[in-house]
């Protein structure tokens, strides 16, 4: 049986860093992660309620235990004390459970962490990167970032070589100690617990990779992988190993070898790309159920719904029910259909709050269903994986003699162009390769990326565009010059590599540097050359790429506070007005709105009204994010109802 473990939440601590850092706070890909480590029996979330309404829907839908703390005073968190006697509590008294899980930043909580491990239990902490205290981190017995169980783990090659190379270091002192012990092989696992205890913020998710074993792949330069009863073993690069196991023998110099670890089967891919499109959020039979509600309330119903109120009367009927169907999970099965074109906005942009219809092409309900799915197939091919309809069956159905149903999938894809067949294969059209290429709001960027020349030796393949954003990436805290150029030359490299069908090079890696690019170039704009009027449309690209519905959201949500917060500061810019006083550096969205909105000067109240406009037009969903923001968490302040009102009437146009 696996391990139980207690979670206590100081939620007023997480929840403050997480609207500055990301407009607000997800609490579901925290659960969902603890609960693939075991079943969570004890689970509570300290604050003062009063100031966090905005989250208890989200709480409760996890059975999230709220624990109210009154607060003494304004900006006084009270609840280090409270969760210390709860959790020792709970160590004094229920034996069976084992893992302490401790969300916060405060470094108060070491004490706390280092009394639970006296008590023999295994404690794992969770807090931000920024504000975590290395006290507290080193307390733990394991320890790991939210942002990186947020979905902010940087891509494949996006973290600095520094930190690369430390984690190389850590990697090896670990297999020095096993060595030291005559534990050579080591145990993947074991090894990986070795490494814990001397870091515990080693966790490979931060460099990109779903598990420990595709980051030892990536070290095949130091280390030697064994495969033994099908378990995984690890040695210094060039070790010796004899066994009557799965171990081989070099025919050129007779030394033991291991044959190395096979890559990810077929059948692995696909379950991370179903995993990546959160289709793991519900079972089949659940996923079937809920899209054909969805599609009978928007048929009888048509334009009558929001998305949001659409999904939230789905929660409210399944709750009567006695189904635990959260509004996450409702989310994330809408968005199958989303993706797939499934529904119509008429003349509005695609938003969470506006009257949504069924596609017109859509026909029956087995038709709905089928046009959801199909996402799941498109986006192996789009990844540029070979099709294997069994296989595919088996992920999305659970069952592999659904190959017929595949072929469905596949022939309703090439209907629609969003793929092609050529030979054996599928693959995207060439004219639908970048559908984005004729946005209004892209077109600077891309008319940056068709005049820029390249090298003659660069490769137009997509291992080069990462390197090039790699570099990009490093440079970025040093030269935003430097870094935009870096970007720019692997966007055109990736627009290149996708156009042409190069084999991995994905659509969401050209948006994802894209979107970096425009970032950059704004910043590069507006913070060195001072040229706010010409850093907007890079702003504005930024966001048509970064919607909330889309994967690329999670991957550059950290850049969302800062990019909004700027563009709108740079309205006061573009008129000689001094903005300094308003600490960009640490201002929520929110805040500048206020102070944007109630400025004594009113040509620049017009001015952020205009700019307010032009987001809207790109990305309405993240102005009402922060349209929720100022209503929940400043409405005591003089005039903040005031403002909230007039943008949500700026998004409405």
Same mark, same amino acid.
């Given at each position: ?8 939440i ?8 997480a ?9 579901t890909?925290?659960?969902d992660?603890?609960?693939?480590r075991g079943?969570?029996?004890?689970k ?16 409760? @839908?996890?059975a999230?235990? +709220?624990?109210?703390?009154?607060? *003494?005073? %304004?900006?006084?968190?009270? %609840? ?35 009394? #639970?491990?006296?008590y023999?239990?295994?404690t ?6 920024? &504000? ?5 981190v ?15 783990a ?12 430390m ?22 696992s074991k #090894?990986?617990q ?6 515990p913020?080693f966790?490979?998710?931060n ?9 030892l ?6 280390? @030697?992988i ?8 690890v040695?210094?690069?060039?070790y010796?190993v004899r066994?009557?196991?799965?171990? $081989?023998?070099?025919a ?5 070898? /291991? ?11 696909y379950?991370?790309?179903f995993?990546k499109l ?7 039979e659940?996923?079937?159920?809920? #899209?054909r ?9 048509p ?12 929660r ?12 996450t ?11 797939q074109?499934a529904f119509?906005y ?6 969470m ?12 309900e087995?038709?709905?269903?089928r046009r ?26 659970g ?12 022939? @309703? #894809? ?10 054996e294969?599928?693959? +995207? ?20 990326i068709?005049q ?9 393949d997509?291992?080069?565009a990462?390197?090039?954003?790699r570099?990009a ?13 870096s970007?720019?030359h692997?966007?055109?490299v990736?627009?290149e $590599?996708v156009?042409?069908? *190069? ?16 970032? *950059?170039?704004?910043?590069?704009l507006?913070?060195?050359e001072r040229?706010?009027?010409? /850093?907007?449309?890079y702003?504005?690209a930024?966001? $048509? ?11 550059m ?5 800062p ?12 008129l000689g &007005?001094?903005?300094s006083d ?5 201002a ?5 709105a ?9 040509e620049?109240?017009a001015r ?6 032009e ?6 969903? *993240? ?28 998004i409405a146009?």
């Amino acid at each position: 049986m696996s391990e139980q473990l207690a979670v206590f939440i100081d939620f007023e601590n997480i929840a403050r860093w997480a609207e500055g850092a990301f407009l607000d706070f997800e609490l579901t890909p925290v659960m969902d992660y603890l609960k693939s480590r075991g079943p969570v029996v004890t689970k509570r979330a300290y604050a003062d309620w009063s100031r966090f309404p905005y989250y208890r829907d989200e709480l409760m @839908d996890n059975a999230i235990d +709220l624990i109210q703390m009154y607060s *003494v005073r %304004a900006g006084k968190n009270r %609840a280090d004390i409270r969760m210390a006697v709860d959790a020792l509590e709970i160590a004094m008294t229920r034996s069976h459970i084992h893992t302490f899980v401790i969300i916060s930043g405060d470094s108060d909580f070491g004490a706390l962490i280092s009394k #639970l491990r006296e008590y023999g239990k295994y404690t794992l902490g969770i807090g931000p990167r920024n &504000i975590t205290h290395p006290l507290l981190v080193k307390s733990c017995d394991e320890f790991i970032y939210l942002e990186t169980l947020l979905g902010e783990a940087p891509a494949l090659g996006e973290e600095s070589s520094a930190d690369l190379e430390m984690a190389r270091q850590l990697l090896d002192k670990a297999l020095q100690a096993h060595g030291q012990r005559g534990e050579t092989p080591v145990l993947a696992s074991k #090894l990986k617990q070795t490494m814990l205890s001397m870091d515990p913020t080693f966790n490979e998710a931060n460099f990109g990779y779903i598990q420990f074993k595709n980051w030892l792949e990536s070290n095949r330069d130091m280390i @030697d992988i064994h495969v033994r009863d099908l378990q995984i073993y690890v040695s210094p690069k060039g070790y010796g190993v004899r066994s009557n196991g799965d171990m $081989a023998e070099s025919a050129s110099n007779g030394r033991p070898v /291991a044959p190395r670890a096979s890559g990810p089967s077929l059948e692995q891919q696909y379950r991370q790309i179903f995993s990546k499109l959160k289709m793991t959020s519900a079972d089949f039979e659940t996923r079937r159920d809920v #899209l054909r509600d969805i599609y009978r309330e928007l048929s009888e119903k048509p334009g009558h719904y929001t998305t949001d109120s659409l999904l939230e009367e789905l929660r409210e009927r399944y709750e009567g029910q006695g189904f635990s169907r959260s509004k996450t999970m409702l989310r994330h099965i809408w968005q199958m259909g989303f993706r797939q074109w499934a529904f119509d906005y008429g003349d509005k942009v695609a938003s969470m709050r506006v009257p949504v219809w069924l596609a017109k092409s859509i026909t029956s309900e087995a038709d709905f269903v089928r046009r959801a799915e199909s996402g799941f197939v498109y986006a192996a091919v789009h990844a540029g994986l070979p099709i294997d309809k069994a296989e595919l069956a088996a992920v999305l159905i659970g069952d592999r003699d659904q190959s017929d149903y595949i072929q469905t999938l596949l022939d @309703d #894809l090439v209907r629609r162009g969003m793929i092609e067949r050529d030979g054996e294969r599928y693959r +995207l059209p060439g004219q639908t390769a970048i559908p984005f290429r004729n946005n209004p709001a892209l077109q600077q960027v891309i008319r940056d990326i068709e005049q820029v020349e390249l090298p003659e030796s660069y490769p137009r393949d997509p291992e080069k565009a990462q390197t090039l954003a790699r570099r990009a990436m490093i440079q970025r805290s040093q030269d935003f010059s430097a870094s935009a150029r870096s970007y720019l030359h692997a966007c055109r490299v990736q627009w290149e $590599a996708v156009e042409e069908g *190069v084999a991995g090079a994905t659509l969401e890696d050209l948006k994802w540097y894209l979107a970096s690019y425009a970032s *950059v170039k704004a910043g590069e704009l507006s913070q060195v050359e001072r040229n706010y009027t010409g /850093a907007r449309p890079y702003y504005l690209a930024f966001f $048509a790429l970064v919607q909330e519905d889309d994967p690329l959201w999670s991957r550059m949500r950290g850049l969302i506070n800062p990019m909004l917060a700027y563009y709108w500061a740079n309205a006061g810019r573009e008129l000689g &007005i001094n903005v300094s006083d308003w600490n960009l550096s640490t201002a929520t969205p929110a805040q500048v709105a206020l102070l944007a909105a109630h400025h004594e000067d009113p040509e620049l109240q017009a001015r952020w009204e205009a700019h307010t406009r032009e987001l809207a037009k790109v990305n309405s969903d *993240v102005l009402y994010r922060v349209v929720d923001q100022i209503r929940h968490n400043y409405a005591e302040q003089p005039g903040a109802l005031e403002v909230a009102d007039r943008l949500a009437a700026l998004i409405a146009g």
